[in-house]
C-alpha cells in the first residue's frame, strides 16, 4: 500500500495488482448521531485479465445524472473478464449518498464533489471521498472516462468533453479518444474549468481524461443511455481492451463526431434577474448571434414586460436552462461553437 492511499481513511477491498474479476465496496467512516462506526458503502468492480491499459469508469460523481450510473453498471454485471486484455475499474456510484438521493449536491455537507479536487483525507465526507479518488484510484489508471449529464438544471447536446491541454501530443491522444467515443459532439473547453474539478485530477496525473454530458432535465435520456453505452464499448476497442473497431455512426445518419469548443468569455447567457425562463430552442439546435435566446418573465409585477434575452454568438446551443424558474446570474444558456484551437497543432 502506498503511503497516499495509506493516509485515506476509506477502507478499498480491491487488490488492483489481482487478475479476474473482484466486485465489492469502499467503506468509507460516517459517524452519526446513532452509529458512531457507521460507514457508508461505495459498490467498485475491477476486472484484470493479462497485459494492457487501465481505464476506469465513473459515474454518479453527481447523484441525478443517470444515463452514467447506469451504462457502467450494467456492464460491470455483465461483462466476461475473458474478453478484456488489460484492466477496467469501474464505479458506477462515485458520490453514493448523493445518487441515493437524488441530488447534485452531497446530502451530508451539501458540497459538490466536483468542485473539491484534490480532497482532503481529513476533510468532510465528500472532501475525504474526492481525496480518495484522487490518490488511490487515480495512480492506477491510463484513461480515464467520467460519464455527467446536466442533471435537473438543463438539458444538453449528447457530448463528450475534455480541455484544450497545453501539451499538444496529449491533447491530440484525447481529441482521439473522444472521436472514439462517439457522441454527436465532443467539446474541447477553453478557460472554463477552476481546477477543482476530477476531470483537472486526472490531467495534472497525465492521464487521458473524458467528461461527458449525455442527459438532463432529471429524466432518463434513452439515447444518452444507448450513447454512453456504446461510448464506453468504442473506448475499450480503442485502446485494445477488448477487440473490434469503434462505432460511429449517428442515429441521425450521419457518421462521426462533431468536435465543438465552449469559451468562457461569451459562451454562457445568464438571467439578468429572478424569473421564469421560456427558452426559444432546445439543446443541440443551430442558433444565430442576436436572436432570441429566450424571455424571462417576471410573474409577480404587472408593470414588468417579458425581457428578451438574445445571443451573444452563433453556434449550437450545448445546454439549455431545465427548471422553469431561475435566479439572477444562472446560466441559461451555452453556445458551442466549431472547434478552433487557440494553439497551433504541433
Ligand atoms: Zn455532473
Wanted: glycine letters at 12%.
Amino acid at each position: 500500500m502506498s503511503a497516499a492511499s495509506a493516509a485515506s481513511r476509506i477502507h478499498c477491498p480491491i487488490d488492483f495488482g489481482r487478475q479476474g474479476r473482484q466486485a465489492g465496496y469502499l467503506r468509507a467512516p460516517h459517524s452519526r448521531d446513532n452509529s458512531g462506526w457507521g460507514t457508508i458503502e461505495i459498490p467498485i468492480y475491477c476486472l484484470a485479465n493479462g497485459e494492457g491499459p487501465t481505464v476506469l469508469l465513473t459515474g454518479g460523481v453527481h447523484g441525478d445524472e443517470y444515463e452514467g450510473q447506469i451504462a457502467i453498471s450494467r456492464l460491470a454485471q455483465t461483462l466476461d473478464v475473458d474478453r478484456i486484455q488489460g484492466r477496467i475499474i469501474m464505479m458506477p456510484a462515485v458520490n453514493i449518498p448523493a445518487v441515493l438521493a437524488d441530488r447534485r449536491l452531497s446530502p451530508i455537507d451539501g458540497l459538490d464533489i466536483n468542485r473539491c479536487f484534490p480532497g482532503d483525507a481529513r476533510g468532510t465526507f465528500t472532501r475525504m471521498l474526492a481525496h480518495f479518488m484522487d490518490s488511490v484510484v487515480l495512480p492506477h489508471a491510463d484513461v480515464s472516462v467520467d460519464l455527467h449529464t446536466t442533471g435537473h438544471s438543463a438539458d444538453c447536446a449528447l457530448s463528450t468533453n475534455m480541455h484544450d491541454l497545453p501539451d499538444a501530443a496529449m491533447r491530440d491522444k484525447t481529441l482521439a479518444a473522444a472521436a472514439a467515443f462517439g457522441a454527436p459532439y465532443n467539446v474541447v473547453f477553453a478557460g472554463v474549468d477552476e481546477g477543482a474539478t476530477f476531470t483537472s485530477c486526472v490531467e495534472r496525473r497525465g492521464i487521458v481524461s473524458l467528461g461527458t454530458e449525455l442527459g438532463g432535465w432529471g429524466r432518463v435520456n434513452i439515447e444518452g443511455v444507448r450513447i454512453a453505452a456504446r461510448g464506453i464499448d468504442n473506448i475499450l476497442k480503442h485502446f485494445g481492451v477488448i477487440e473490434g473497431e469503434p462505432d460511429l455512426a449517428q442515429a441521425d445518419g450521419t457518421f462521426g463526431t462533431r468536435h465543438m469548443m465552449v469559451r468562457e468569455r461569451d459562451a454562457f447567457h445568464f438571467a439578468p434577474r429572478d424569473g421564469l425562463f421560456e427558452p426559444t430552442h432546445y439543446a443541440g439546435e443551430t442558433v444565430e448571434e442576436g436572436a432570441v435566446a429566450g424571455y424571462l418573465h417576471v410573474i409577480e409585477d404587472v408593470d414588468t414586460p417579458p425581457i428578451a434575452i438574445t445571443y451573444a454568438r452563433s453556434g449550437v446551443i450545448w445546454c439549455g436552462a431545465g427548471p422553469g424558474r431561475v435566479r439572477r446570474g444562472d446560466a441559461v444558456c451555452v453556445v458551442m461553437e466549431d472547434f478552433a484551437p487557440d494553439r497551433p497543432a504541433h
